[in-house]
Structure formats: C-alpha cells, structure tokens
DNA sequence: CGGCAGTTTGATGTTACTCAATTTAAGTGG
DNA sequence: CCACTTAAATTGAGTAACATCAAACTGCCG
C-alpha cells in the first residue's frame, strides 16, 4: 500500500512517483546525452516555484528540501494547502493543467526534477502502470485534503497542530528513518499558524503549552515528541 | 471547460461524467438485458448511502438529487466534505479505492447509477477519453478542496457561508437554468453548519443578518440571493 | 557590538460557542 | 380543516477560544 520504491531520478532518494514516470534508470545523467523532456532546477529557501495562473509547460518532482502549496489572500494571509516533501508530485494537478491555480515556495534549499507536459500525458495514455501510479498521488491528495478539511472545520487549535505534526511525522517516516522520535521539519511557527488556520501568536502558545506538558519540543527546525501515545490521542480525528 | 452533455444512464440529465462512462446509449434499458455491471439503486433522504471502510464493489454517480460526503467524529460532531449533484461521481477515489474513507448520505431522495468497479478499471485503462474524464473529476475535486481548505483556515463565519453559497450557485447554474437569483438548495441550517464548521445557532444568526441586509434569503430550501455582487465581494477568495 | 528575524509574554478585544428558552414551520391523524 | 406532534429555526445571556496589539526577549550573523 505505501509507495517506496528508490527514484531513479534523483540519486540517494526514494519516491513513488518519480521512478514510474521514467520507467528506466537514466544511465549517464551527468552527460547533456539528457533528454530535453526532463531537466533539473533548484531554488533557494523561500523561493517561489510556482506562480498562481502563470502557465508551466513542466510537471514537478520534488527531488530533495521542502516545499509548500498555498494561496496568496488580498487581504495579506495566505493558506497553506500542503507541503510537499521529497519524491512527491509537487500537484498531481499540474499534469492535466498548465496553469496551477495555487503558488508553491520552496521552504528550504530544494532540487526538483522536471518533465515536460505534453511526453508525461503521452505516458498517461500509454503506459498502465504509470497512470496507475499517477491515480494513486491523485486519491492521496484527495484522501488527505478531507482529513485536512475535518481538522479545520472541527478540531481546537491544540488538536489542529497535534493533527499536523503527526501527518508529517508519518510522512517523513515513510522515507528516512527516525531515531528516537526526533524529526526534522524546517517550519517557522509562521508556516504552522498558515497551515492550520491560526495566528503565529497562538501557535507559539499552544507549542510552549505542549512544551510545559512534557508532549513535544520544537525548536531549531526538530521536532522531538516525548509522548507518541498522548499525541495521538488529541491529534487523531474521528 | 465546463462539461455538461447530456447523461445516457439518467434520462433527463446532463454529466460531464456519466456519458463518457458508458460510452454509448443504452438502446433498451427497460428490459433485464441491461449489463450487470450497470444498475441502479434508490435512497430516500437521510439514508446512508456509503460508509466508511466498508468495502463497495460499485462506483456510483448520482443520476437525481442531493447527496453529500461526509465524516462522522467520535465526539458526536461531523465535517461535510462536499455537496453531490445530479451527474457527479460521488467520489472519484471510489474508482481506485474499495473501501471509502468517508461515508455518504442522501441530503433528498436520490437515485445512483452503479458501476462495477473491475469494469469501470478496464475502460480506464483502454479508452483515454474515459480516463481524460476521470483525470478531469480528480482536478476539479482537488482544486475545489483547496479553495475549500482556505475557505475553512482563513475566513470568518460570514465570508464561509457566502463561499458556501456561491460554489452551490455556480454549480446549479451550470446544470439547470436559474431563474431570478433563485436556487433550490435542498439544506437546512445544520447541514451549512456542518459544512463550514460552524454551529447551527450561528448560522442562523449570520443568516438573518444577511437577510437584515438585503443580501440573500433562504428558508424551504430555495436560496434567493437578492445582491449577488455583494455575495461575491464578501464570499470571493483573493 | 548592533541589527534583524523569530519567538515569547501580557493585556485587551472580538468572534463564535454553549446552554436554555421560545417561536415558527412542517407533518399527521382525526 | 383543525388540534396535536415533532423538527427546525430563532433569540438572549453568559462564556470560552482565539485574535489583536504592543512590548520584551532570544539567538544568529555580519
């Protein structure tokens, strides 16, 4: 069921995506024998990657760092939709639409793989294993945008961030091995309180609240969870 | 962009889906040659037409009426996770996934149109137009979501429920022909509430504000919206 | 040492929730 | 058509959660 397969793409890291949508290991990617339907990019720690409405003609891997989804409000918030970590589809979205109607930065220095549009939707058509593999980050997406959707519409602020903490431990699991429960998560208090729909203030209240109860630290861009058990218990929905 | 031909499995309606699942008009489908990999099924309003991890070997569209997807908490409380029209996949998840995450209810009498899902697979794989119209579910649903997320992390009650309103309006409009601002939205006030996490005595509360105001009016399920540039200002993200 | 971004703390304000009572609307059976 | 029943909506008062504003503190880097 968990997707883990190394990514040929992206040397030292694994992906679900990454490796079906090549099909084959690229031999001599150092050479520029590279294909021109796929080519690397990097930007920097808060770096835009993507621009809401304005047309990209690639579909992004995220090959190592952060990144993150969110929509730019007029009046000056912004919300996070999601954050993407190594090995994900910056948005499945951008396979079947050239223009995203959301922006994405880059949260830490970050490497991404890009394919050209149009050879990725000749694989959609043509290759069944990739369109699976395809099918399956689209039903993630979903699945985790209606646990996401619950969190917001009916868990306390205490209960949003334990809820996110633990989506991302699950996702960092998934790819590197955690010793002794400390995670690294290169997030501001800002990015929290933009993820989960509150101020920075309260963010910064609840995490020393957790702090004082022996729950998690947070600081210095690791996560260190004392109590997995009690975590759970008010990060978990239903 | 917008889909809307008219729908071979339900008479009288028009899907962007429905038609492209098929394929082809089903010359007699009055008598018991009808596939079995196609029937249908009623429920009435209130019934419990998914649920939850219980596995379903059909997918299903909605051929009439309202449904609604939906999480139930242990605390007693549940998040609406979006609103079924007529011609809707209930969830596009449900072509890939046996058991839902989610459950499903009838929001009015409905009536569903089911496929199996081993068949639903096969053309999948074969025919790209059937798959560019599923691809085409999984966006919308995803970008939905996300304007969906923002809505409930960054908006005050007011600005949810003209979102709210405004998505149903722009989704009735491209089914059936509106008439004087006045949409049947078969609701009451808790399922508002449910979906913008909110409480019902609050949305009551912004309700008849709105109505003080001149802006909307909604009571026997038909929504009259008497200031739609209003609406909008106040609804409209970004 | 100074400057800056990020975090913490306190005081106060606002929004939305909770609880409880009341009114309205929608069925139902005589 | 009207009493009766039940579900839904409204209203008011009190409270809790989170926001806002502003100041102080911390750690980091030049």
Redesign the pocket.
């Known amino acids: 069921m968990k997707s883990g397969w190394p990514c040929v793409t992206c040397p030292n890291r694994t992906s679900g995506f990454c490796g079906a949508l090549l099909g084959k290991p690229v031999e001599d990617a150092s050479s520029d024998e590279q294909p021109n339907w796929q080519h690397y990019r990097g930007a920097r720690a808060g770096e835009q990657v993507m621009v809401r409405n304005q047309p990209c003609e690639r579909v992004f891997v995220l090959c190592n760092g952060w990144a993150f989804r969110f929509f730019q409000l007029s009046n000056g918030r912004r919300q996070i939709l999601n954050f993407v970590l190594p090995g994900d589809l910056v948005s499945a979205v951008t396979v079947f639409e050239e223009r995203p109607h959301f922006s994405a930065q880059a949260l830490t220095e970050v490497r991404l793989s890009g394919f050209l549009r149009s050879e990725v939707q000749t694989r959609f058509a043509m290759n069944p294993g990739f369109s699976a593999t395809l099918a399956k980050s689209c039903v993630n997406t979903i699945n985790d945008a209606d646990e996401f959707i619950t969190a917001l519409g009916q868990?306390?602020?205490?209960?949003?961030i334990a809820y996110l903490f633990l989506h991302l431990m699950r996702r960092i699991a998934a790819r590197n091995v955690v010793r002794d429960q400390r995670y690294r998560v290169p997030?501001?208090?800002?990015h929290i309180?933009d993820a989960v729909?509150?101020?920075?203030?309260?963010?910064?209240?609840?995490?020393?609240q957790f702090?004082d109860r022996g729950l998690i630290e947070f600081?210095?861009g690791i996560l260190h969870v004392r109590d997995v058990p009690e975590l759970e218990r008010i990060g978990t929905l239903n």
Not at 202 to 207: C, E, I, N, Q, Y
């Open positions: 868990r306390s602020a205490d209960e949003r997030l501001r208090q800002q309180a729909g509150l101020t920075p203030v309260h963010v910064s209240r609840v995490l020393s702090r600081s210095g």
